[in-house]
């Protein structure tokens, strides 16, 4: 079982920063794909981004490229996610998930969720 913690949401104004972290519970961290999501009310969840083992591939949502990155530190068993230029529509809870597939951006291929972190963009 991995227990995955969220940290770092609030409330940002259209075109500023945030910087999410989320901490895994477990010492097989470097064993699994890590994944950030996010669910606007009334929406399903989507993916952002995810990296793979070591963190030498990443990959993002094209609504992102460019303005979110993502990052792991495999001693500190956390991923980050860097988030800069916010817009008002995304505004969602962000979810940073544990997974096996490196090539999928389903929620159904990821075993472990953290209980999600709040970011508010406010116009």
């Known amino acids: 079982q991995v227990q995955l913690v969220e940290s770092g949401g609030g409330l940002v104004q259209a075109g500023g920063s945030l910087r999410l972290s989320c901490a895994a519970s477990?010492?097989?961290?470097?064993?699994?794909?890590m994944g950030w999501f996010r669910q606007a009310p009334g929406k399903e969840r989507e993916f952002v981004a995810r990296?793979?083992?070591?963190?030498?591939?990443?990959y993002y949502t094209d609504s992102v490229k460019g303005r979110f990155t993502i990052s792991r530190d495999n001693v500190k068993n956390s991923v980050y996610l860097q988030m800069n230029s916010l817009k008002p529509e995304e505004t969602a809870v962000y979810y940073c998930?544990?997974?096996?597939?490196?090539?999928?951006?389903?929620?159904?291929?990821?075993?472990?969720w953290g209980q999600g972190t709040q970011v508010t963009v406010s116009s």
């Open positions: 998930a544990a997974g096996g597939n490196p090539f999928s951006e389903s929620p159904r291929d990821y075993s472990f």
């Open positions: 990296i793979t083992w070591t963190g030498s591939s990443t």
């Open positions: 477990t010492r097989k961290f470097n064993e699994y794909i």
